[in-house]
């Protein structure tokens, strides 16, 4: 770890690191502290999870150590934040095989245990499965952690600009500039769904713990915003600088613009 510091916020941490490496495996460190200090005490893990490139090596890590260091998953219930809608999931544009790719098919968590929006249903269907998803976290206690990484508009899960900080769990539209990034991986812009079920600002910030994480130049812009620009919906993780909960891990590229 290269530095923690606080100098935007009186309330939250950021704790920077000299390059991505380093920084996923600090996130995967404390994931798995969380897993473990659960399990002394013989309690679920409720773990709330990202998808997209930020942690794909939180991931790995994580999979590294239960290969080879004997942390077992078998109390973690996972929460993802969302999915495309509509998407089925052996589609490999995913996040449910996203997820089995990166981490789920390679540890011991119980698949009665993982969550992820289904969202392969028609529309009259969606109200009723968005309040279920809610209940469902409700019902285990909330999130104990929430890995979030950050889209270039500052959304948040798939909360977009305009979100408002006490959403739940719903249906979204997506911004042209998140359409955009996924293009890369739909190919072309009409293949990228022009919507999602994300899980609310409300249902994130009530997580216990919160780690968002941001790698490299093209985060730069979006973190000095949300770090030290002003509290607004059409900044949405704007809204962490206000909750001690919360931790920033970034990497030096990431924090480019919010250090002197
Ligand atoms: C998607 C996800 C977000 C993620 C964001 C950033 O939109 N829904 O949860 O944080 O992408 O993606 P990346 O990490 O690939 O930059």
């Known amino acids: 770890m290269l530095n923690s510091f606080n100098k935007y916020s009186k309330v939250n941490s950021i704790t920077l690191h000299s390059d991505a490496e380093q920084a996923s495996v600090y996130v995967a460190q404390q994931i798995a502290e969380l897993i ?56 490999d544009q995913s996040y449910t095989y996203f997820m089995r790719k990166y981490l789920f098919s390679h540890i011991d968590i119980k698949s009665h245990n993982i969550h992820i929006p289904h969202t392969d249903f028609p529309p009259h269907r969606i109200l009723q499965y968005c309040k279920d998803y809610e209940d469902k976290i409700v019902s285990f206690g909330g ?10 508009n500052g959304h948040i899960g798939f909360n977009e600009p305009g979100s408002t900080f006490d959403s739940t ?10 359409r955009q990034d996924a293009q890369t991986h739909f190919g072309t812009i009409d293949n990228v769904p022009l919507q999602a079920i994300s899980i609310g600002i409300q249902t994130i910030i009530q997580a216990k713990k919160i780690l968002l994480l941001a790698l490299g130049e093209r985060k730069s812009e979006i973190i000095s915003k949300a770090l030290k620009g002003e509290i607004s919906t059409q900044v949405p993780a704007s809204i962490l600088q206000t909750l001690s909960q919360v931790e ?5 590229d990431a924090a480019a613009l919010i250090q002197d």
């Open 36 to 91: 473990r200090q659960q399990q002394e005490q013989g309690k679920p893990a409720v773990l709330g999870l990202a998808t997209g490139n930020t942690p794909k090596r939180v991931y790995q890590e994580l999979v590294r150590l239960h290969q080879n260091e004997g942390l077992s998953f078998h109390n973690v219930i996972s929460f993802n934040l969302d999915e495309y809608y509509p998407i089925c999931p052996d589609n």
């Open 143 to 152: 999130l104990d952690l929430q890995l979030l990484g950050i889209g270039r």
């Open 169 to 178: 769990t719903r249906l979204v539209n997506l911004h042209s500039l998140t």
């Open 248 to 252: 920033y891990i970034l990497d030096r």
